[in-house]
């Protein structure tokens, strides 16, 4: 069977691999798809498609938007997003990136404060960019000097949003981003569903983001067990919503996530890739 992986990252966000080496990772993978979806950018989109080009492999650019819904962080991910709509994508993250540094400021601040010796400057020197600098680059610095033993404990204790160290930025609304997927003709995907909402946050959720466009949700994902892929399922079938998937491969940031088959046993049919270039403008 023919299988893809449409939740990716590259270096252009929090990823270790660039956009062309997650393309030759991908042919060795036996991949027949990949998307990459870098967090609230584009940047590498045009180096991910050029090695497109060279490769037997279908490259899908997208981009995964934080977003909120009422006070929960949901990520919407777009797929198909043609070149002529990256500029407005990037205006469109803009809003987002200049609450975010300010954000990451204030929780590296309060770490200082609190005794913790690190400074912005090293946390950034990680990232490409400024816009690309998050929180997973400050756990990789907790982690590089003993205060946590992985990012997932930081993320768990130190920069989790109930720690008193860390204030979400403002995000742009759920709900009208998957519009403003739609209105740029690509395809809308609810990423990695249950991991901010239950199962009655999403029968809640998803009549409304279907009604603003909705197509997809991941069904099939690296953490998620044979019950919660059922469970995802379900939910795609009861509210007539096609199905995606993916890795969420960050290449060494999560080095227990392979491309393609997740912790192992993740397949993600070629299927749901051709499904959803069907739902793009």
Not at 195 to 223: C, H, M, V, W
Request: proline share 4%; charged share 25%; aromatic share 8%.
């Amino acid at each position: 069977m023919k299988t893809c992986d449409l939740h990716t990252h590259s270096t252009c966000s929090d990823g270790t691999d660039t956009p062309a080496e997650l393309v030759k990772l991908a042919e060795q993978a036996g991949l027949s798809g990949i998307a990459l979806t870098d967090h609230n950018t584009v940047k590498g989109l045009r180096a991910f498609l050029d090695a497109g080009k060279e490769s037997s492999i279908v490259t899908v650019p997208g981009c995964e938007f934080s977003t909120d819904y009422g006070r929960t962080e949901l990520h919407i991910v777009g797929l198909f997003l043609r070149e002529r709509v990256w500029p407005q994508i990037e205006q469109y993250a803009e809003q987002l990136h200049g609450g975010k540094k300010r954000s990451n400021e204030l929780l590296i601040e309060r770490l200082r404060a609190a005794g913790y010796d690190i400074t912005y400057e090293e946390a950034a020197a990680a990232a490409p960019d400024a816009d690309t600098f998050n929180r997973a680059h400050v756990a990789g610095l907790l982690q590089q000097k003993g205060y946590v033993r992985d990012r997932k404990e930081a993320f768990a204790t130190l920069l989790h949003e109930n720690s008193g160290f860390y204030t979400p930025p403002a995000r742009p609304g759920a709900l009208d981003t998957i519009a403003f997927i739609k209105e740029i003709g690509g395809a809308a995907v609810l990423a990695h569903p249950f991991q901010n909402l239950d199962a009655a946050g999403l029968a809640e959720f998803l009549p409304q983001a279907k009604a603003r466009g909705l197509d997809a949700i991941e069904t099939k994902y690296s953490e998620f067990d044979a019950e919660t892929t059922e469970a995802a399922a379900a939910l795609a079938e009861r509210f007539g919503l096609k199905q995606s998937g993916g890795s969420d491969y960050h290449g060494r940031v999560k080095p227990d996530i392979a491309l393609g088959t997740g912790k192992g046993s993740l397949c993600v049919p070629f299927a749901f890739l051709e499904e959803l270039r069907s739902s793009a403008g």
